[in-house]
T-cell receptor, first 111, second 110 residues
Framework: NAGVTQTPKFRILKIGQSMTLQCAQD?????MYWYRQDPGMGLKLIYY???????DKGEVPNGYNVSRSTTEDFPLRLELAAPSQTSVYFC??????????FGPGTRLLVL | QKEVEQNSGPLSVPEGAIASLNCTYS??????FFWYRQYSGKSPELIMS????GDKEDGRFTAQLNKASQYVSLLIRDSQPSDSATYLC??????????FGAGTTVTVRA
C-alpha cells in the first residue's frame, strides 16, 4: 500500500513553460486535493475533487488546471509557468471530512 | 481576519519540558480540528484530531478544544529533540476542505 505518491520530486521550469504534476493514491479515496506551500506559510488549497469527473476550485486556482478521470489519479497542470508559482506542491486524499493523507510533495522552481 | 491563526513562534523549549501550541479559528460552525506535524522538507502527517469540547490525550500529546472560545491547543509533554518540527493547525467547516494555519515551529533544546 503506497498511499499517496507524487512525481516528480523536483523540477526546474523556465518562465512560460508548462508541466503536469502527477498524483496517485491507492486507498480508494473519493476526495483528493492539491495544495501549495510557500516558505513559512501554511497550505493553500488550489483545487480539489470529490470523485472521478468532479473538480472544484480552492483558494488559489489561477494558473492551474486539474482533471480527475479515475479515482486513483489527480494530475495538476501548470500552464505558462510564472516565478510566483515557485513553491512546494502537495497532493492529499481522504474519505471525506476526516483525516487527509499527504504525498511527499513536488518542489517546483520557476526561473 | 484569517480563518485559522496560530501563535507565530518559533517556540524553543528545553528537553523534557512542555510545549504549548495555540490555534484560534474564525468560523463558529467549524466541526473538526486537526494537528499535523511537518518535519523540514517533508509532508504533513496527522498527529491528533479532536471533534468535541475538552481534552484528548494520545501518548505525550494532548489536544484541547473550546468551541465557545473558538480555540484549540496542543500540548507536548516531556518534549524530545524528535519533536522539533512545524506544527500545523487545520480546521474543517463541515465540508470536505481543511483550512490551515501558518504553523508554529518548535525547537527542542537538548
Amino acid at each position: 500500500n503506497a498511499g499517496v505518491t507524487q512525481t516528480p520530486k523536483f523540477r526546474i521550469l523556465k518562465i512560460g513553460q508548462s508541466m503536469t504534476l502527477q498524483c496517485a493514491q491507492d486507498m480508494n479515496h473519493n476526495y483528493m486535493y492539491w495544495y501549495r506551500q510557500d516558505p513559512g506559510m501554511g497550505l493553500k488549497l488550489i483545487y480539489y475533487s470529490v470523485g472521478a469527473g468532479i473538480t472544484d476550485k480552492g483558494e488559489v486556482p489561477n494558473g492551474y488546471n486539474v482533471s480527475r478521470s479515475t479515482t486513483e489519479d489527480f494530475p495538476l497542470r501548470l500552464e505558462l509557468a510564472a516565478p510566483s508559482q515557485t513553491s512546494v506542491y502537495f497532493c492529499a486524499s481522504s474519505t471525506g471530512k476526516e483525516t487527509q493523507y499527504f504525498g511527499p510533495g513536488t518542489r517546483l522552481l520557476v526561473l | 481576519q484569517k480563518e485559522v491563526e496560530q501563535n507565530s513562534g518559533p517556540l524553543s523549549v528545553p528537553e523534557g519540558a512542555i510545549a504549548s501550541l495555540n490555534c484560534t479559528y474564525s468560523d463558529r460552525g467549524s466541526q473538526s480540528f486537526f494537528w499535523y506535524r511537518q518535519y523540514s522538507g517533508k509532508s504533513p502527517e496527522l498527529i491528533m484530531s479532536i471533534y468535541s469540547n475538552g481534552d484528548k490525550e494520545d501518548g505525550r500529546f494532548t489536544a484541547q478544544l473550546n468551541k465557545a472560545s473558538q480555540y484549540v491547543s496542543l500540548l507536548i509533554r516531556d518534549s524530545q529533540p524528535s519533536d522539533s518540527a512545524t506544527y500545523l493547525c487545520a480546521v474543517n467547516k463541515n465540508d470536505y476542505k481543511l483550512s490551515f494555519g501558518a504553523g508554529t515551529t518548535v525547537t527542542v533544546r537538548a
